[in-house]
DNA sequence: CAGGTCATGTAAAGCGTTACATGATTTT
DNA sequence: AAAATCATGTAACGCTTTACATGACCTG
């Protein structure tokens, strides 16, 4: 029994999704996981042979033509794992962590326009997201698992809320004379 | 000059708020910013020398009765520092890590029931969040600064977005027929 | 006088990103 | 023939958390 992290646990369910090297995980990682787990490589090669170490995933040789290539797939263990993980209770909540906030947080030492423009960039940065995901969403009638579908989703109507949000924060203050 | 990294801005920031210890700093630091930029001792220390060696703060002892103390406060180098960073373009958008979400993806392999609550305890935990924000939001008129309110608000809204979905997504999916 | 708060700090470990390095195959 | 993609990997660095350590002062 080893301690998984949580890159471990992305490459348990990622395998489990039907995907088979490292680079997949990678490619599929960046497209979807990415706005709540992110991965780089070198997390994912060494972690991969750790997993393989603990008997959680298995390995072979499967070059495609001149070119080495590794494929996994889940051991029977390694289905148990994941399993267990999934169904664990969360201790871990939900993190947001983001610099525009903390300037918002430190806004009374700047220019009224400067930060007016950051929560602009926020909003901008989140409309190009949006048009990705949307984009994404199009696609989506014919995926084979719903948990990928109900986290896009989820990664669309928060990135609306938060362009509402910097909408209604990129207005001028209204005076708050009618307020109680 | 040096490079700032992220917990030196907020110290400045909160310099800038007026706070003088590394103690008193960490303390705000976990009840506001922790929301989206925490803090820890482990880096408040060796970073306060830091920025002192680098000039942009000035400490001196002040021992409250026999206790050691060092209190601090911003240079004008300081106040440049913290001003030139507020108004830059932020390049980092807005992160969100979450085990949940990445439980969610990967559903298809977990029981219904289980996922489910994985849920259900997300909302709960936003719901006690969000007892927590009111209760500060009760006491925020008397506030001095702007910025820490408005990221307060954003905390709150935001919070209860996040229990509104969830409540969505607690309900059993509703036949999609009609839709398409 | 016990327990909580004020106050400061360090060492080690964990996690993750970045940058670099390599080379084959496929597409344009 | 060049550019893009497939594919794997490592080393160094940076940030953050965790755990430990210490001790004075204040409150009930």
Redesign the interface.
Known sequence: MIELN?TG??IL?ML??GLRTGYDIKQLADK??R???AVSYGQLYPELRRLEEAGLVAGRSEPSGGRPRQVYELTDAG?AE??E???A??T????????????????????EV??R??IA??RR??EEKLATLRAMDAGAAEWR????Y??LR?GI??SE??VD?CRR?ELPAADTDSEE
């Open positions: 949580p646990r992305l369910g489990a999704l979807s996981t706005h709540f787990w289905w994941l399993r993980w999934l169904e209770p969360s871990t909540s939900w993190e947001v962590r983001s610099e525009v906030l903390l300037k918002l947080f430190f806004s009374d030492f700047a220019e400067a930060t423009e950051q960039a926020l940065r989140h698992h719903r948990g990928p109900r986290t989820f109507e928060l809320w938060v949000w924060e």
